[in-house]
């Protein structure tokens, strides 16, 4: 995963509420090694959407947040990956790669105008 292209934060009920962190891997880039027993599956389906678009992986002991997949028009099917749950990793390095996406209205190409609470 290459850290140095960026992460996102989101708007989104979901994400805003936990206060998420995280970077777009491709699924082809993506792979668990060990622990899948270990996660719970969080199924989130969006206001006025049929059925659920991302699932969220956590670990069932303790509640970790470890990453979401989901398919999208634009990316396939891509991995989003817990900078939280990442061990060695300087946030203050990444701070300024955030970008903030307005998810809140399905405006993933632009940013919200309100990111204070991301």
Same mark, same amino acid.
């Given at each position: =995963?290459d850290?140095? @292209?960026? $992460? =996102? /934060?989101?708007?989104? +009920? ?6 998420? #962190?995280f970077?777009l891997?491709?699924?082809d880039?993506v792979?668990?090694?060990?622990? @899948? +027993? !270990?996660? !719970?599956?969080?199924? #989130? $389906?969006p206001?006025?959407?049929p059925e ?7 670990? @069932? $002991? ?9 398919? +999208?028009?634009?990316l396939? /099917?891509?991995?989003?990956? !817990?900078? !939280? ?15 903030y996406?307005?998810? /809140?209205l ?8 309100d $990111? /204070?609470?991301?």
């Amino acid at each position: =995963m290459d850290l140095s @292209k960026g $992460t =996102m /934060r989101c708007n989104c +009920s979901i994400c805003a509420k936990a206060r998420a #962190w995280f970077a777009l891997v491709p699924a082809d880039k993506v792979r668990t090694q060990q622990g @899948k +027993s !270990a996660l !719970a599956d969080y199924q #989130w $389906t969006p206001p006025g959407q049929p059925e659920p678009n991302l699932h969220y992986h956590f670990c @069932k $002991t303790r509640g970790v947040r470890a990453y979401a997949y989901g398919d +999208s028009p634009e990316l396939g /099917r891509f991995y989003a990956i !817990a900078i !939280a749950a990442l061990d060695g990793v300087d946030a203050d390095e990444l701070v300024g790669r955030v970008k903030y996406v307005d998810g /809140r209205l399905g405006h993933y190409d632009r940013e919200p105008e309100d $990111t /204070r609470l991301l």
